[in-house]
């Protein structure tokens, strides 16, 4: 895949947290290029020092492009998330609670519980599992605070504006972030 482009995909879902808004997004590609190993080990050694991290997700039909930034560990690891994770029997550290993720997006019953590892508000993941009744959908379905979740997507719309902007003017993603 060409650097240009994948940078393009990247500005389109994950501007809000290589903007470091958001703690993480993800996004899926088509199992059909293997470049994309080298271009996901290329962005590490270009962003980790900046706190952005890249993770390759390898499933039976599609890539799944998982970036976080260095504000998802603390997010994990606050007494409220870890007790909900515990419930789903995850680890209890950062890193063994990823690799978790990753099994279990490569199982047949999808991990609704990866909200809290998109940085989504714990009531809102807790929320959409119980299916509660939702006020707002945007980046997420919205159970409560609403308000500040409508200011959290415009910022978060914004990013992605202006970072697909620089990306199509011929800026690479080093030069913005």
Request: charged content about 25%.
């Amino acid at each position: 895949m060409p650097k240009q482009r994948f940078e393009s995909l990247l500005a389109n879902y994950c501007a809000p947290t290589l903007k470091q808004y958001k703690y993480a997004n993800m996004f899926h590609l088509p199992k059909d290029d293997d470049s994309i190993r080298l271009l996901i080990k290329h962005y590490n050694q270009q962003f980790n020092s900046k706190g952005i991290y890249f993770i390759l997700i390898e499933q039976e039909s599609q890539y799944t492009i998982y970036v976080y930034n260095s504000k998802l560990k603390d997010y994990i690891s606050s007494n409220a998330v870890q007790n909900f994770l515990k419930s789903y029997q995850y680890p209890n550290t950062f890193e063994l609670c990823i690799q978790e993720l990753k099994k279990r997006l490569n199982t047949k019953n999808f991990p609704h519980e990866i909200g809290v590892f998109l940085g989504y508000p714990l009531d809102d993941v807790i929320g959409f599992i119980e299916h509660k009744p939702y006020y707002l959908v945007g980046d997420w379905k919205v159970y409560q605070n609403v308000n500040e979740a409508k200011k959290q997507f415009d910022v978060f719309k914004q990013a992605k504006e202006q970072m697909l902007n620089e990306i199509h003017n011929g800026y690479e993603l080093s030069q913005i972030i």
